[in-house]
C-alpha cells in the first residue's frame, strides 16, 4: 500500500549503499499517507506540570546551560592558544607581524607622498586667490570712483535748476498769485491750438493762431 | 519584474558584493574614512564609499565601517586594530582604484591567504561549506556509522566504561 520496493532498502538517506536482508524494518510513515482511523480523533493528554515544578526544572537546567556552554568555551579558547603557541604558529605570527611593518612604512611613504602633492596645490590655490581677490578690490574701486563721478554730475545739475530758496519765497509767492498759469487748451482738426478755457474762437485775428509744435 | 530602486542599485545585489576580494586582516576592528561631500580632492573618497563600501561590509560583518563627513579640509582612512595601532591612509585627490588597490594592499588578506582559507576550494575540508558533508561521503573510507555501527571495541562509550559503573 506504501509502495515498498521489493529489495528491501533501508528508508535512510544513503540509500544505494545498504541493503538488508533480513525482514523489512518499519522506519517511519510515508509522508504522503493519510492519518489512520483510529488516530484521527485522538488528543493526546497533555502532561501537566504544576507551575513551581516547572520553575524548579527550568532553574536546574538553566544552571546546567550556562555551566555546559562556559565550560566548552573556555575549552575552546584554550585549544586555541595552543594552537597559537606551536612552533609553527609562532614563526607565523613573527612573518605576519613582519609583513605588517612592511606594509605599514609602505603606507607612510604615500602619505608623505601626497602630503607633498598637497602642499603644492593649496600653495596655487593660495596664490589664485589672492590675485582675484586683488583684482576684485581693484575693480571695486575704480567702480566706486564711477559712482562717484555720476553723483557729482546729477547735484551740479540739480543745483542749477532754479530753486525757491527761503529769502525768495514772498516774492515767489507774489509773482504766482500776479501770474496764474492756465492749462486749459483746445485743438483744432487743423492743428491749431487755442489757450485758455473761455476764448473764444472768433476773438482771435487767423494770423494770431498758434500751430501745434509737435516736437 | 521593475527595475530596482535607487541609484546603482547593483549594489545592493548578492553577486556584485560577493565578487570583490576585501577581506580585511583579523586584527583590523573598525574602519572609518573622513570626507566631504563637496570638494574636488575627495571626489575619489566619495565614489569609494558610493561604490565599495557596502562591499567591504558585506565581506567583514564583526568589523565597524563608519563615515564622518564634512568634518577635515580632506579626505582620509583610518582603521584601528587589536593592539591600539592606527593605520592611517591619506587619500586626498586620489581616485576610487587608487583608494581601492592601497586599501587592499595594505590591510587587506592577500590572495595567497584567502586561497589557504578558502573552504570550499580545498577538498581536504568537510562540512556544510565545503564540496562534501563528510568523509564517509568518500568511497573507501568508513561508511558513515548512522548506517553501519562501529565496533564496540572503537567506540568510546565502551572503550573507557568501567565495568562496575554500568
Same mark, same amino acid.
Given at each position: 500500500m506504501f509502495g515498498s520496493s521489493g529489495s528491501r532498502v533501508l528508508n535512510v538517506i544513503n540509500i544505494s549503499y545498504l541493503q538488508s536482508r533480513s525482514k523489512r524494518v518499519w522506519v517511519r510513515k510515508p509522508l504522503g499517507s493519510p492519518m489512520a482511523k483510529s488516530k484521527i480523533f485522538r488528543i493526546t493528554p497533555k502532561p501537566v506540570i504544576p507551575e513551581d515544578e516547572k520553575a524548579e526544572i527550568k532553574r536546574l537546567f538553566d544552571n546546567y546551560k550556562n555551566s555546559m556552554k562556559s565550560i566548552r568555551q573556555y575549552f575552546f579558547e584554550q585549544s586555541l592558544k595552543q594552537a597559537e603557541s606551536g612552533e609553527v604558529a609562532q614563526m607565523k605570527h613573527r612573518l605576519e607581524d613582519q609583513e605588517h611593518e612592511r606594509l605599514m612604512e609602505e603606507n607612510r611613504l604615500e602619505n608623505e607622498k601626497t602630503a607633498m602633492v598637497r602642499e603644492e596645490r593649496l600653495k596655487i590655490q593660495a596664490e589664485n586667490t589672492q590675485r582675484n581677490v586683488l583684482a576684485s578690490l581693484i575693480k571695486k574701486e575704480g567702480e566706486a570712483k564711477q559712482h562717484e563721478i555720476q553723483i557729482e554730475d546729477f547735484l551740479t545739475k540739480q543745483m542749477s535748476t532754479p530753486f525757491i530758496q527761503p529769502e525768495n519765497i514772498e516774492k515767489a509767492i507774489e509773482d504766482a498769485l500776479a501770474n496764474p498759469v492756465n492749462f486749459n487748451f483746445a485743438l483744432d482738426l487743423d492743428g491749431y491750438v487755442y489757450r485758455g478755457k =473761455? $476764448?473764444? %474762437? =472768433? $476773438? %482771435?485775428?487767423?494770423?494770431?493762431r498758434e500751430r501745434l509744435n509737435s516736437n | 519584474m521593475p527595475f530596482m530602486k535607487g541609484p546603482a542599485p547593483i549594489r545592493r545585489t548578492i553577486e556584485y558584493l560577493d565578487r570583490n576580494k576585501l577581506v580585511l586582516k583579523d586584527r583590523v576592528k573598525i574602519f572609518s574614512i573622513n570626507y566631504n561631500t563637496k570638494g574636488d580632492n575627495h571626489e575619489g573618497a566619495r565614489q569609494f564609499v558610493f561604490w565599495h563600501l557596502p562591499q567591504l561590509q558585506f565581506k567583514n560583518p564583526n568589523v565597524q565601517i563608519t563615515t564622518f563627513k564634512n568634518l577635515t579640509p580632506s579626505p582620509f582612512i583610518q582603521c584601528y586594530l587589536e593592539n591600539g595601532e592606527e593605520v592611517l591612509m591619506d587619500v586626498d585627490f586620489k581616485s576610487k582604484d587608487e583608494i581601492y588597490e592601497r586599501v587592499r594592499r595594505i590591510i587587506c588578506k592577500s590572495e595567497k591567504t584567502l586561497k589557504a582559507e578558502d573552504k570550499l576550494d580545498n577538498p581536504a575540508n568537510f562540512g556544510s561549506k565545503c564540496q562534501k558533508h563528510c568523509i564517509c561521503e568518500v568511497p573507501g573510507q568508513l561508511p558513515c556509522p548512522s548506517l553501519v555501527p562501529l565496533p564496540k571495541s572503537w567506540r568510546g562509550k565502551y572503550k573507557f566504561q568501567k565495568p562496575d559503573e554500568l
Open positions: =473761455d $476764448t473764444s %474762437i =472768433d $476773438t %482771435i485775428p487767423e494770423e494770431k | -
